[in-house]
Every structure is written in C-alpha cells, then in structure tokens.
C-alpha cells in the first residue's frame, strides 16, 4: 500500500480585497449613496412617466401588430423595468404589479397565449396607480387591485400548466 499525500494551495480572497474585507460594510458610502438617491428623487415622477409610455407603446405595437414574439419580448422587457424601478421611484405598488404582469408572460414558448385582457388590466392598474398616487399595497385600491390580478394571473397559469 502507498502513502498519497495532497498538497493543498491556498488561493488569497481577492475579491474580500476589493470590496474592503477588513472593516465590514461602510456605513459611510452607504449614507453617501442614500444622499445621491434622495436628491435625484424630484426627478422620479418624470422617470416613472416616461416608463409608463414605454409600456403604453409596447401594448400599442401588440395591438397593431398581434401578440407576436417580437412585440410581447418588448412589452415583457417594459414589464420587467418597471418591476425594478417601481420601489425606486417609490411606488412598490407598481414593482408588484409589474412583477405579476412579467409573470403572466415569463415563458417564450407560452407567452403569446396569454389572454390580453388580463396584460391591459395590469397596465391600466399601473397606469392608475401613478395617475391616483396609489404607492403601496396597504392602500385599499391598491390592494384591491394586486390582489385580484396576482389572483388571476395564478389561476391562469394554473388552468395552462
């Protein structure tokens, strides 16, 4: 029988080298970042807006030119924008409603069956919500709304599955 030895090497963690491994977070940099945020945060309702009419004229091009895979890619790449901006430009409400409308039409091989009635009910909620300033999802409306569209985009994919 022979001995087999091992060498072990030890690699040094240069990643924990950039990101400054030795004091933990700074705290500093974070209150920083915040600052920037919030001086930025006059400029979200025009942000939001112009995001709203990039869905707006993604559900325009589906209407005019059929679900097909080119128009539902741009309407989802709107969808998913706005899923992470929503709580950026302090509307979580519209990240939800965003995510559950990404949701309905996740799946390339699925998407152009979705039924449209259910894409233009979560795009007029989210075009409601900024029109009432409806924030989050503890407003009455606005849950009402997330609710009842979380609700059926699950029962959809359900009944398609």
């Keep these: 029988m022979t001995n087999k030895t091992a060498e072990v090497i030890q690699v040094p963690n240069m990643l924990k080298l950039k990101v400054g491994g030795r004091g933990g977070i700074d705290m500093a940099a974070i209150a920083k970042a915040e ?8 400029n979200f309702a025009q942000w939001l807006n112009d995001e ?3 869905l707006e004229a993604a559900r325009q091009a589906v209407r005019v030119e059929g ?3 080119q128009t539902v890619e741009t309407l989802y790449l709107r969808a998913h924008d706005l899923k992470g901006l929503g709580a950026t ?3 979580p409400l519209i990240t939800r409603l965003a995510a559950s409308l ?4 996740d799946e390339p091989e699925t998407r152009l069956q979705a ?6 009910a979560h795009i007029d909620a989210i075009k409601a919500c900024v029109r009432d300033d409806i ?3 503890t407003h009455p409306v ?3 709304l997330v609710t009842e569209l979380e609700a059926r985009v699950t029962e959809y994919l359900d009944a398609a599955a």
């Excluded at 039924?115 to 233009?120: G, I, N, R, T």
């Design 35 to 42: 600052a920037a945020l919030k001086s930025l945060s006059g």
């Design 52 to 54: 709203i009419v990039k």
């Design 67 to 69: 679900m097909t895979a």
């Design 89 to 91: 430009y302090e509307f």
């Design 102 to 105: 990404c949701k309905l039409i």
């Design 115 to 120: 039924p449209m009635f259910l894409v233009d």
């Design 135 to 137: 924030k989050v999802d």
């Design 142 to 144: 606005g849950k009402a």
